[in-house]
């Protein structure tokens, strides 16, 4: 039998799969490609001190969806609250 795809809509990602997003947007945008990552926000996130190339790691929850102003906000109280963005 076939399985049903879970649906994610309503899931929101975790910030380290949001960070892990961001970085593959990035990589497009470097490559010219179309991508909706603005340079406005590549420079807000150079600002916070943000690597564009790391490790991976797998990404442990998943729940509601969030803006990219959220999740830069919220990448904004990581680093106040641990000194750095390395998530």
Known sequence: PLRK???TSEKEES???WVAKMRGKY???KGGEKTNLTHEQVDKLIARGF???TGFKKPTMIGP???WEERFA???AYKSE???VNV
């Open 82 to 84: 641990n000194g750095h």
């Open 27 to 29: 990589v497009l945008l």
């Open 5 to 7: 795809k879970e649906d």
């Open 51 to 53: 690597k564009w190339e």
């Open 15 to 17: 910030l380290g799969a």
């Open 74 to 76: 919220e990448l904004c």
């Open 65 to 67: 969806r969030k803006t």
